[in-house]
């Protein structure tokens, strides 16, 4: 069970410059989800994925942010022009299509900006 | 926007103790999940709950889904350092779908020995 990876782990970053991280979803679940954690919080729903195509996109994802599937496995985050209320953990999970089907989380990434 | 309320918000208690934590809303879910996340980690599944009602066991740890689908508890007997950890609540409104799974803030859970 090779789980879901993230890729990096840790990211420090000076305001206004551009990130990119990584998401290797479970290879046979074919949904993929992007979450925002910050400290004392609970995940907050970013976007998600089912296969290539992305169905879903909360409100906190600005238009500095944008997600990618595209050949519906592996799957990117970009945040252009970091802003230090960018500072978070982002989660990665995947999920088959089952009824109620459980997340699998990766470990995330931390990002810091400075 | 459809709010998950944990309480308490912080808990500490020694080694041996029993404990209960909540996870309330105004809503009513489709289903309720249980997450456990530990310091640097990404949250991992304790357990689903679908059914009114419903109560499952999963060793010392005890879940029970309310009755009208609004609210679900957690309860440890006899609490071991191990136990220390983040606990989350997470609701789904639509019966399975990502857009449906709303986070609470969580039980930070300490257990000293």
């Known amino acids: 069970d090779t789980g879901v990876s993230q890729d990096p782990r840790h990211k420090i970053t000076k305001r206004g410059q551009n990130v990119t991280f990584r998401c290797d979803p479970i290879s046979e679940h074919n949904r993929l989800y992007w979450y925002r954690q910050t400290l004392g919080q609970g995940p907050e729903f970013l976007t998600y994925f089912q296969n290539e195509a992305q169905l879903e996109k909360s409100r906190l994802l600005s238009d500095r942010f944008s997600a990618e599937r595209p050949k519906g496995s592996f799957s990117t985050l970009e945040i252009q022009r970091t802003e230090q209320g960018d500072s978070a953990m982002y989660l990665c999970?995947?999920?088959?299509?089952?009824?109620?089907?459980?997340?699998?989380f990766g470990n995330g990434t931390r990002l810091t900006v400075t | 926007t459809q709010l998950l309320e944990q309480s308490p918000q912080f808990l500490s208690i020694q080694e041996g103790e029993n404990l209960t934590v909540y996870c309330n809303s105004s809503s009513v879910f489709s289903s309720l999940q249980w997450y456990r996340q530990e310091p640097g980690e990404g949250p991992v599944l304790l357990v689903t709950v679908v059914t009114g009602g419903e109560v499952k066991k999963l060793k010392r740890l005890t879940f029970q889904f309310g009755d009208a689908r609004k609210d679900s508890s957690l309860h440890i007997t006899a609490a071991q350092p191990g136990d220390t950890g983040l606990y989350l609540c997470a609701g789904s409104y639509s019966g399975g779908g990502a857009d449906g799974l709303t986070f609470g803030k969580g039980t930070h859970l300490i257990i000293q020995p």
């Open positions: 999970a995947s999920s088959d299509r089952k009824y109620n089907s459980p997340l699998h």
